[in-house]
Nanobody, 117 residues
Framework: QVHLVESGGGLVQPGGSLRLSCAASGIYFAMSAMGWYRQAPGKQRELVARISSGDSANYADAVKGRFTISRDNANHTVFLQMNNLKTEDTAVYYC???????????WGQGTQVTVSS
């Protein structure tokens, strides 16, 4: 069975930091592109960051310079380090195994991030 399990969300003040983790099982993790997405109340789900199997990363403009995506292939985990958080970063954050020609996408259950003073 394929599972993606996010953790690390919580309540943080503006300017603070959080590190999200996504543990994967049941997939060829090292060969999978992985992504972090978020969905704020009343808004569509949007891409935050994506990392390829070759460690190439890209980011949404809103988080460039503040967020860093990374991966640990040995432990089948992808991370999202979030620094200088803003109130507008408040959302449910989801991990995704990105689809390709040979595999379908897979989503985690999400973890809530709330940035508030």
């Amino acid at each position: 069975q394929v599972h993606l399990v996010e953790s690390g969300g919580g309540l943080v003040q503006p300017g603070g930091s959080l590190r999200l983790s996504c543990a994967a099982s049941g997939i060829y993790f090292a060969m999978s592109a992985m992504g972090w997405y978020r969905q704020a109340p009343g808004k569509q789900r949007e891409l935050v960051a994506r990392i390829s199997s070759g460690d190439s990363a890209n980011y949404a403009d809103a988080v460039k310079g503040r967020f860093t995506i990374s991966r640990d292939n040995a432990n089948h985990t992808v991370f999202l380090q979030m620094n200088n958080l803003k109130t507008e970063d408040t959302a449910v954050y989801y991990c995704r195994r990105e689809p390709s020609n040979s595999v379908r996408d897979v989503w985690g259950q999400g973890t809530q991030v709330t940035v508030s003073s």
